[in-house]
């Protein structure tokens, strides 16, 4: 334990350990996404608002062990989310583009940081998305998506609350839907994402590609309520380049989500809560949290 907590401080000293409690290892904030999440919306303009409340239960080191003490924090995040499908076809999909503004709120209490309290709010890293490719069947959907979160908000390198990451994260999305019956009562999906980062500058750390996929079973009932089983799982495919270990991070949860469609008024509201059951740290961070997800999502079609 003490050779784990030394890690921790050393990376934190290094400024390798600021990183987004929600994400694996890199910029992607899991369980923002649940059922329906694979299939690309028809033509038109989007907005879909992410309200996250993120609560830290405990630290794990890289074998997924928690380090004594009382280490907790919050994460609490607005994310803008605006999707443009446009009326053009590339290979047979509607094609389409996309942008997310994140607002964060992040606190952490760390007795392995000697007690130390660790905070900061305001916009992340933003994200572009040039491409949305989405192809769609009588009972099925498929979509692959690709874009870039820039290095844009500010940057803490001693500060493993900092909303800014300090590196850029290149994403790659693939995904699929399947209805099991015409009606479309029953459907299972899986996203993928893929994770390629740059190096961050303040410490020579280079953060390791990622893979991370959020899965959901959904069943409507005749009231219009869908009502599902979620999930993620991350992994991290490649250590630290530069890091004060090797380890690889990993994330998994479980969850269950509730939405509702008012065609009328072009809103769609969902609700989700995940318990995550097993995390491991990667290098860059030193440690990885673990804790519970409560999400809101409000998409709008005009």
């Known amino acids: ?48 608002g992410y309200l996250v409340h993120y609560e830290v239960d405990s630290f794990n080191d890289g074998s997924g062990s928690s380090v004594p003490g009382n280490n907790s924090g919050t994460v609490s995040a ?80 001693d500060n493993p609350a900092s909303v800014g990451k300090g590196y850029g994260t290149t994403m790659l999305t693939l995904g699929g839907m399947w209805h099991f019956d015409e009606e479309k009562r029953w459907n299972i999906s899986a996203l993928s994402r893929y994770e390629i980062k740059t190096k961050q500058d303040d410490t020579g750390v280079t953060p390791g590609d990622s893979w991370l996929v959020e899965w959901g079973l959904g069943h409507r009932l005749n009231n219009g309520l869908e009502l599902g089983l979620v999930g993620y799982n991350a992994w991290q495919l490649e250590a630290d380049e530069e890091a004060p270990t090797t380890d690889k991070a990993e994330r998994h949860a479980i969850g269950a989500e509730a939405g509702y469609l008012w065609a009328t008024a072009g809103v769609i509201l ?33």
């Open 1 to 48: 334990m003490k050779k784990t907590t030394s890690i921790f401080l050393a990376a934190l000293s290094a400024s390798a350990a600021a990183s987004s409690a929600l994400a694996v290892n890199g910029h992607y904030s899991l369980g923002i996404e649940g059922l329906g999440a694979a299939a690309a919306p028809p033509q038109g303009l989007y907005y879909r």
């Open 78 to 157: 607005l994310a803008h989310r605006f999707i443009w499908m446009t009326d053009k076809t590339v290979l047979g999909a509607d094609y389409g583009m996309e942008t997310i503004i994140p607002m964060l709120d992040i606190e952490f209490d760390l007795d392995v940081a000697g007690g130390s309290r660790f905070d900061d709010d305001g916009i992340g890293d933003l994200f572009v998305g040039p491409i949305i490719l989405g192809w769609h069947g009588s009972q099925w959907d498929i979509t692959f998506a690709g874009g870039h979160w820039f290095d844009t908000a500010d940057f803490d390198a």
């Open 270 to 302: 969902k609700g989700a809560y995940y318990h995550e059951y097993d995390t491991q740290a990667g290098g860059l961070k030193g440690l990885e949290s673990d804790g519970n997800t409560l999400r809101l999502q409000l998409t709008k079609f005009f």
